[in-house]
């Protein structure tokens, strides 16, 4: 993987920008680096999920969290996330969810639920078609711990 410190100035710019189109300019860099440990992290993500996401979807990711049966539309069960997809665990798809690029109404838009998520130091990450996508250090720790509790059976 490739570093260069101008990489991880431009991807931060582009999280700055909170913006799709700012972050095709980031470079293919990870600054956080290591995917076991530090700030992104499987560790850092699942107290990160536990914090923002398991009041819905669980502590263990299963959709079963207390504010599930509150909702209207049903809470899906995270760890069937690859399955669900012919077992292809896409990340970019996680951080996208969970950043409000997908735009799904049950996550009510970025800001008001994962503003403290969205303005974490900035990190990227290669996509499936090697385009880096920008995201935050506590996003990208949560699609990797959610990658670590996926169910491998279809
Ligand atoms: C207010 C409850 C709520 C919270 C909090 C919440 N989610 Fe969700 N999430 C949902 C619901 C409901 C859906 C399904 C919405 C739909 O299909 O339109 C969903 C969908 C998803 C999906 C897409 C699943 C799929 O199979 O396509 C992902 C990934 C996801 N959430 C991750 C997260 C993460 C990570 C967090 C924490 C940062 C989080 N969610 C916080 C309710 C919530």
Same mark, same amino acid.
Do not use: K
């Given at each position: 993987?490739?570093?260069?410190?101008?990489? *991880?100035?431009?991807?931060?710019?582009? +999280?700055?920008?909170?913006?799709?189109? %700012? /972050?095709?300019? =980031? $470079?293919?860099? @990870?600054?956080?680096?290591?995917?076991?440990g530090?700030?992104?992290g499987p560790e850092a993500g699942r107290a990160a999920f536990i914090e923002a996401c398991a009041?819905?979807?669980?502590r263990e990711a299963?959709?079963?969290?207390?504010? *599930?049966?509150?909702?209207?539309?049903? +809470?899906?069960?995270?760890?069937?996330? %690859? /399955?669900?997809? =012919? $077992?292809?665990? @896409?990340?970019?798809?996680?951080?996208?969810?969970?950043?409000?690029?997908?735009?799904?109404?049950?996550?009510?838009?970025?800001?008001?639920?994962?503003?403290?998520?969205?303005?974490?130091?900035?990190?990227?990450?290669?996509?499936?078609?090697?385009?880096?996508?920008?995201?935050?250090?506590p996003?990208?720790a949560i699609a990797r711990w959610l990658e670590t509790v996926?169910?491998?059976?279809?």
């Amino acid at each position: 993987m490739i570093r260069s410190r101008r990489a *991880a100035t431009m991807a931060a710019a582009a +999280v700055a920008l909170a913006g799709a189109a %700012a /972050a095709q300019q =980031a $470079g293919p860099s @990870d600054p956080a680096g290591d995917p076991t440990g530090g700030p992104t992290g499987p560790e850092a993500g699942r107290a990160a999920f536990i914090e923002a996401c398991a009041g819905c979807h669980g502590r263990e990711a299963g959709g079963d969290g207390p504010t *599930a049966e509150l909702l209207t539309v049903e +809470v899906p069960d995270l760890t069937r996330f %690859a /399955a669900r997809n =012919a $077992g292809t665990y @896409d990340i970019v798809r996680v951080i996208q969810t969970i950043d409000g690029r997908q735009g799904l109404a049950a996550h009510g838009g970025p800001m008001p639920m994962f503003g403290g998520l969205l303005t974490g130091p900035a990190a990227v990450v290669d996509g499936p078609d090697g385009a880096p996508v920008a995201t935050t250090e506590p996003i990208l720790a949560i699609a990797r711990w959610l990658e670590t509790v996926q169910e491998e059976t279809p």
